[in-house]
Nanobody, 123 residues
Framework: VQLQASGGGSVQAGDSLQLSCTTS????????LGWFRQGAGKEREFVAT????????YYADSVKGRSTISRDNAKNTVSLQVDSLQPEDTAVYYC?????????????????WGQGTLVTVSS
């Protein structure tokens, strides 16, 4: 499965962004999907995950209440909306797919990864 993330950019604090991830290979409907991020000099961290049919979502405390993960299995797409962006949200954001459907917050559980999209938030 090849994943392609997009939607990153440079924004001001308080702005919103919607990140998207799609695949040109297999359908994503058989995978639980997640978003992770990695800031410069930091370890990769979990952001959000969504179940196969989208009925279960789980967010990191750092984005809970201002982020929404969603998926469209017909379009093979998973999206992440992040509102009220802050400088500490600056990172490369990665989408990932777990073929074992665990809805995990552990990156080690994910089989396939996109190339990442950079989000830069200025104060």
């Amino acid at each position: 499965v090849q994943l392609q993330a997009s939607g990153g950019g440079s924004v001001q604090a308080g702005d919103s962004l919607q990140l998207s991830c799609t695949t040109s290979g297999r359908t994503l409907s058989s995978y639980s999907l997640g978003w992770f991020r990695q800031g410069a000099g930091k370890e990769r961290e979990f952001v959000a995950t969504i179940s196969l049919n989208g009925d279960h979502t789980y967010y990191a405390d750092s984005v809970k209440g201002r982020s929404t993960i969603s998926r469209d299995n017909a379009k093979n797409t998973v999206s992440l909306q992040v509102d009220s962006l802050q400088p500490e949200d600056t990172a490369v954001y990665y989408c990932a797919a777990d073929r074992y459907r665990r809805n995990s917050d552990d990156g080690a559980d994910y089989t396939y990864w996109g190339q990442g999209t950079l989000v830069t938030v200025s104060s």
